[in-house]
């Protein structure tokens, strides 16, 4: 089965934790994203990665890290700087091309909460 | 600040009538236009990509698109309440999607 993984599904951390987020994908995609969504809103984009080894900042990117050390791979770091980190986590990816659709599709989601 | 605009709803249609969702946009220079439906507790999921002015047909699904009003809308015809959802619309600029907050639908029967 193609598709996009993420782990887990439910989160819990501890004021002053680090946790990482685990998003994987076999649809042989090149970009992958990560998004924040609180209740009511729309995503916000936390980090993005076009390629390998490289990766950009989002509207949101403090108290967050990432790697993409692997194409299939894209795992975010949530750190202890991040302020208010309970949210619903999604992970998604897309193909890349200068003429293509770059339609991006998500993974199911970590509900990530701070106790 | 590249901005996407929806009415948050709850937009409420009786079954079989016809669910008109509405998303407006800032930047002129969009060239590429998602709606995605987002069940609670769920990601979303892609319904249509619209690119070029007009309506685009999929199903019960008709995506329009006028890049001068700067505005694209779904339709949802004979609407049923496994429809009741939020949607979201996004607007690609350069590398990046920019989501609106969404609009609730509510289908009764």
């Known amino acids: 089965d193609g598709g996009i993984t993420q782990s887990p599904k439910y989160l819990f951390r501890k004021e002053g934790q680090n946790v990482t987020l685990s998003c994987e994908q076999n649809l042989n995609h090149d970009a992958m994203y990560w998004y924040r969504q609180d209740p009511g809103q729309g995503l916000r984009l936390i980090y993005y990665?076009?390629?390998?080894?490289?990766?950009q900042k989002g509207d949101i990117a403090e108290g967050y890290s990432v790697s993409r050390e692997k194409k299939e791979s894209f795992p975010l770091t949530v750190t202890s700087a991040q302020k208010n980190p309970t949210a619903f986590y999604l992970c998604a990816s897309a193909t890349t091309s200068t003429f293509s659709t770059d339609t991006q599709y998500f993974g199911p989601g970590t509900r990530l909460t701070v106790l | 600040q590249k901005e996407v605009e929806q009415n948050s709803g709850p937009l409420s249609v009786p079954e079989g009538a016809i669910a008109s969702l509405n998303c407006t946009y800032s930047?002129?220079?969009?060239?590429?236009f998602f709606w995605y439906r987002q069940y609670s507790g769920k990601s979303p999921e892609l319904i249509m990509s619209i690119y070029s002015n007009g309506d685009k047909e999929d199903g019960r699904f008709t995506a329009q698109l006028n890049k001068a009003s700067q505005y694209v809308s779904l339709l949802i015809r004979d609407s049923q309440p496994s429809d009741s959802a939020t949607y979201l619309c996004?607007?690609?600029?350069?590398?990046?999607?920019?989501f609106g907050a969404g609009t609730i639908l509510r289908v009764k029967s």
């Open positions: 996004a607007v690609k600029y350069g590398n990046k999607l920019v």
């Open positions: 930047d002129r220079g969009s060239q590429s």
């Open positions: 990665s076009q390629i390998v080894n490289d990766f």
